[in-house]
């Protein structure tokens, strides 16, 4: 058996004339927590749902533990947990009887739906409101039923549609730390805007916008295609003027000089690399030689934010 646990290629959605993902390559290994990024329409649940088998695709295929979506489909879908966007529930039942239901209709014999019954209610911390009707339930703890009913099979791929979306802080929290505790033996695909989640809980992410992959890597490799990844912050005291741009500008390591701020008191700059990063050692000899008061001095480490505003943008909006 392959790590591949999650395979698509080609994948492609159209509605009517309108491509809502269009020739999509993806895949997830066993251990990896894959993070789906794009701005809203970008094409996240269509994915997911044509990668749980819920939709099917206008081109393209999905293989799921080596089991074709469309050829296989009990054993494609076998595999898979899902939490849809918003975890529509059906929220007459307790959870108790949610569960229930979920288990029998994916055929678990009973003595293995008592006891995966037992295990994902104590995983959750479910214990004090099975026998609660879902309607009466808290966003978090509705969140939480609905990661249940994801698991309760134990399948080896997650797909979690937005799984903290709506959730207070604490409630993020929380469901972060479930995904990674998960996250060992299981390949996961979480779909997102929060970045800060990829970096906390993401092996890996990708980015899609208008229905086409614009980037895959690591959240670090990410990071490195942020335009202020390896800058340098540099504040001295006094005014600043063109002699000390220009001074910078002679260093080996410094590609480029922004002035960020300035007053009487004090100016700011941001140096850009000329390869990685700006190197300090460097900077700090200059302002030793030239006598600056340096009042601080710090290399950034790029944003996820503002490599995701330009990859997103960089694609044409949709309706
Ligand atoms: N059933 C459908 N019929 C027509 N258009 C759809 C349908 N489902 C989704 N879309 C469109 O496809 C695009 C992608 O939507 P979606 O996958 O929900 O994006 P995301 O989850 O990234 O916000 C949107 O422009 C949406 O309006
Ligand atoms: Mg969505």
């Not at 700059?269 to 990063?277: F, S």
Request: glycine fraction near 8%; proline fraction near 4%; aromatic fraction near 6%.
């Amino acid at each position: 058996m392959s790590d591949l646990w999650l395979q698509a290629s080609g994948l492609t959605k159209r509605f009517g004339d309108f491509v809502a993902v269009e020739s999509l390559d993806l895949s997830v290994k066993r251990g990896e927590v894959l993070g789906f990024l794009g701005p809203n329409g970008a094409g996240k649940t269509t994915t997911m749902r044509m990668l749980t088998g819920f939709l099917k695709p206008s081109a393209g295929y999905v293989a799921i533990m080596g089991a074709n979506s469309e050829s296989q489909p009990y054993e494609a879908r076998a595999h898979i947990g899902y939490l849809p966007e918003g975890a529509p529930l059906y929220s007459d039942l307790t959870a108790r009887q949610l569960l229930k239901f979920v288990g029998q209709s994916r055929g678990m014999a009973r003595a293995n739906l008592r006891e995966r019954m037992e295990v994902v209610t104590r995983q959750l911390e479910l214990q004090t409101v099975l026998d609660q009707s879902i309607d009466t339930l808290s966003k978090g703890f509705k969140r939480r039923v609905g990661l249940a009913q994801a698991i309760l099979h134990n399948p080896p791929v997650l797909i979690l549609d937005e799984p903290t979306d709506g959730l207070d802080p604490l409630q993020k929290q929380e469901v972060r730390r479930l995904i990674r505790a998960m996250a060992k033996d299981k390949a996961i695909i979480i779909s997102t805007h929060i970045l800060e989640e990829v970096e906390t809980v993401c092996s890996r992410a990708i980015i899609i916008a208008g229905g086409r992959l614009v980037c895959d890597g690591t959240p670090q490799e990410l990071l490195e295609r942020s335009t202020r990844y390896g800058s340098l912050r540099l504040q001295l005291r006094g005014a600043g003027d063109e002699a000390v741009r220009d001074s910078l500008l002679k260093l080996s390591s410094v590609r480029e000089v922004e002035l960020l701020t300035a007053n009487e008191k004090r100016c700011e700059y941001r140096l850009y690399p000329t390869a990685r990063a700006v190197d300090i050692a460097e900077v700090s000899q200059l302002a030793h030689v030239q006598k600056w008061k340096v009042e601080t001095m710090q290399t950034d480490s790029g944003s996820l934010d503002e490599v995701f505003i330009a990859l997103a943008s960089s694609v044409e909006e949709r309706p």
